[in-house]
């Protein structure tokens, strides 16, 4: 139902969902900016909970491969799917840098460096090693520790 304010100039609208009265333009969904009947903010909402559902409701792997398509698109790289698990079992469930029990899985050559996600390029790391690394190359990495390369 569509309200008039300041004398029936300013259209506004109630939101099914919270009930509040709003702008008619918040009711405005989509690219083609078709009439909703819920506010712009509930539906980012209802569309963020649907998001959380859905990636929880997945197995590890299969978000993990969603998720690493998406930065690889993002940095323009080439991704190849891949199963987080076999790396790590491939492995033992030990850090490629210092031994210790796996958590995460590291690109050896980031993929902001131009590192591609494919299995060729991921060692299981600890959180400790993973995070210290970031973004870093493996020599890049090393002179943190006051490592010189021998070249």
Same mark, same amino acid.
């Given at each position: 139902?569509?309200?008039? %304010?300041?004398?029936?100039?300013?259209?506004?609208?109630?939101?099914?969902?919270?009930?509040?009265?709003?702008?008619?333009?918040?009711?405005?969904?989509?690219?083609?900016?078709?009439?909703?009947?819920?506010?712009?903010?509930?539906?980012?909402?209802?569309?963020?909970? =649907?998001?959380?559902? *859905? *990636?929880?409701?997945?197995?590890?792997?299969?978000? =993990?491969?969603?998720?690493?398509?998406?930065?690889?698109?993002?940095?323009?790289?080439? @991704?190849?799917? *891949? %199963?987080?698990?076999?790396?790590?079992?491939?492995?033992?469930?030990?850090?490629?840098?210092?031994?210790?029990?796996?958590? @995460?899985?590291? =690109?050896?050559?980031?993929? %902001?460096?131009?590192?591609?996600?494919?299995?060729?390029?991921?060692?299981?790391?600890?959180?400790?090693?993973?995070?210290?690394?970031?973004?870093?190359?493996?020599?890049?990495?090393?002179?943190?520790?006051? *490592?010189?390369?021998?070249?």
């Amino acid at each position: 139902m569509v309200l008039y %304010s300041d004398g029936g100039r300013s259209p506004v609208k109630k939101c099914r969902l919270c009930g509040r009265v709003k702008p008619a333009s918040d009711f405005l969904a989509g690219k083609a900016k078709k009439p909703s009947s819920a506010c712009s903010a509930c539906r980012k909402r209802r569309a963020a909970e =649907h998001r959380r559902r *859905y *990636y929880a409701s997945l197995s590890t792997d299969k978000r =993990h491969t969603l998720t690493q398509r998406r930065r690889a698109e993002e940095y323009g790289v080439e @991704h190849k799917p *891949y %199963s987080r698990l076999e790396i790590l079992i491939r492995w033992k469930n030990r850090c490629a840098y210092c031994g210790d029990l796996a958590q @995460h899985l590291d =690109h050896v050559v980031p993929l %902001s460096k131009g590192g591609t996600d494919t299995e060729d390029n991921m060692v299981p790391a600890c959180a400790q090693c993973n995070l210290s690394k970031g973004a870093k190359t493996l020599a890049e990495w090393a002179e943190t520790f006051g *490592y010189v390369p021998p070249f």
